[in-house]
């Protein structure tokens, strides 16, 4: 299946004509790093560092829209690209390590989501939120380092 | 001394071969660099929108603009020194590179934009309404924001032009 992708002539004009690849690679990183740098002030307030305003929930509430739309450039871009050189992708550890964080970064966010999100009303304007809130920060901050981190190697692998 | 032959010169020295043959330095170096873009398109994000009035219209000005500025500057130096890093690295990949030099340029007229924008609103009662930049402030916040894409789109094809 995953050659098919490969000689699909989607994942070929990817491959040959020469400014697509580059293209998606900079909507890729441009996708990225602003999922990482709007997910980081959430994060930073889950761990007790102050954001431009005290309430938590509001904060996510105005952020996330941003994050989810950066995320689904990320994934559409991040697809595109998987299809040119699917074949050498999934024999690639780095990528492989990549998928599986993703993975974890959105079990996080779900376990919070579930969890001390549903309390926030009776910690939002609390400068230090609870330690399960701030384990969500932490985690997520982690694991969407790591993301950036094998990103990277996969190029280098 | 010609550009080639510093080039040559940087290439030689024991850093330089150092930084480049040390298996995880240059990829190390360049996800630090694109960790540093992240925090400084999240800084710039949020205070363009505020500037041109999209988001967080409740807070004032000012708190968004003192949170956050601080913020660009120390990921500034971070790029700096990660940049100054893959330089020194690799002193034939990017001094010769016109789109390198294409970069650095919207580089210095992003951050003096955004310097430019910003330092006003950092006194709590300045007063944009009969200021220049208070009517221009919405323009020039998306304008700032496009020269953040444009400077991330460089980065990119550095690696492939020359």
């Known amino acids: ?157 | 001394m010609s550009l080639n032959n510093l080039i040559e010169w940087i290439y030689q020295t024991p850093l330089s071969n150092a930084i480049r043959e040390t298996a995880w330095v240059v990829p190390a170096v360049q996800s630090l660099h694109i960790l540093a873009i992240a925090v400084v398109l999240g800084a710039a994000l949020i205070s363009d929108l505020r500037l041109a009035r999209l988001f967080a219209v409740d807070e004032p000005v000012h708190t968004i603009v003192r949170r956050y500025l601080p913020w660009s500057c120390v990921s500034l130096a971070v790029l700096l020194l990660t940049g100054l890093t893959m330089c020194v690295g690799e002193p034939d990949r990017v001094l010769v590179n016109q789109i390198f030099w294409m970069r650095m340029g919207l580089v210095v007229g992003v951050f003096a934009l955004t310097l430019g924008l910003r330092r006003p609103f950092l006194d709590p009662g300045f007063r944009p309404a009969s200021a220049w930049r208070g009517r221009h402030a919405k323009g020039l916040a998306w304008l700032s924001l496009l020269m953040w894409a444009a400077v991330v789109v460089c980065g990119r094809w550095i690696a492939y032009g020359i």
């Not at chain 1, 969407?144 to 094998?150: H, I, K, M, S």
């Open chain 1, 1 to 157: 299946m995953l050659q098919e992708i490969y000689d699909s002539s989607l994942a070929t004009s990817i491959r040959e004509v020469g400014v697509l690849f580059p293209a998606l690679e900079s909507l890729h990183v441009i996708a990225l790093t602003l999922v990482v740098g709007t997910i980081a002030v959430v994060d930073l307030r889950l761990l007790g560092v102050a954001s431009h305003r005290r309430s938590a929930n509001r904060l996510i509430q105005e952020l996330l829209p941003f994050t989810w739309g950066a995320f689904a450039l990320a994934a559409v871009t991040g697809s595109l690209l998987f299809t040119s050189k699917s074949v050498d992708y999934v024999a690639n550890p780095a990528f492989l390590a990549k998928l599986a964080v993703l993975f974890l970064a959105g079990l996080n966010m779900a376990i919070f989501h579930f969890g001390a999100y549903r309390r926030i009303a009776s910690w939002d304007l609390a400068a230090t939120p609870p330690p399960a809130a701030r384990a969500a920060g932490l985690f997520s901050l982690l694991l969407w380092t790591a993301t950036v981190v094998l990103g990277r190697w996969i190029g280098f692998l």
